[in-house]
């Protein structure tokens, strides 16, 4: 046996000396190690949310219930009021449009180049917005973030850019019915 392959080996049965050790209770396998992922623990990581809203759980949430959870968890690298700060601007605005709030495309199409891209006027989907924040942010403790929660934030950043009224309510019916400015900017791909 070379001396490469003696090592190999002795590294293979160090392998399987600790496998045996970690693994409580060994599946009938190839590899004699792990085992198949429980309902819950797959049900904790298939939250999807379509644009189209399917996926989107029970709550539901308004401007004023998502403004301090925005100010506890966000505000910190998003800015107060969403202008931005350590990360994106969620906010935007274009100050010579009325309202000051669309997609950022067409000022780019315009050759301007002052106004911010933010989720107001370049995200397609207020729904693909929720399944963001509910899977990423807040981006040093995410996934803890209730339903109600994540609709309230999602209703503060839409109301902020002036998409939904003020005490507007999100919930799993209202929010696929929210236009987003930039919505037919985007092309839908199956992938
Ligand atoms: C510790 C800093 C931090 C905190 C706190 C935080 N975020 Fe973020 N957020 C980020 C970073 C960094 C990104 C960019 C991530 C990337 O591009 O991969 C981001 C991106 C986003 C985006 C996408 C923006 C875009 O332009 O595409 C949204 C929406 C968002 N965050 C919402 C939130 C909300 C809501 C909260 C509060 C629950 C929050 N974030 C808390 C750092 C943070």
Redesign the pocket.
Known sequence: MGRLAGVAGAALALLAGLAAEGAAQPQDGRFGFGRPAAPDEIAAWDIDVMPDGAGLPEGSGTAGSGAP??AA??????GPAGEGG?????VGYDPESTPPFGPRYEAWRAGRDDVA???GN??PYATT?FD??RR??????PGT?APD??YG??A??LAENGIIAADAVMNAGTLPAVEMPARDVFVPQER
């Open positions: 959870v925005y968890q966000c505000a910190v690298c998003h350590v990360a994106d601007r969620l891209f933010s989720v370049y995200w917005l963001y924040i990423a942010m807040p981006s040093d403790a973030l929660e994540v934030l999602v503060w950043i």
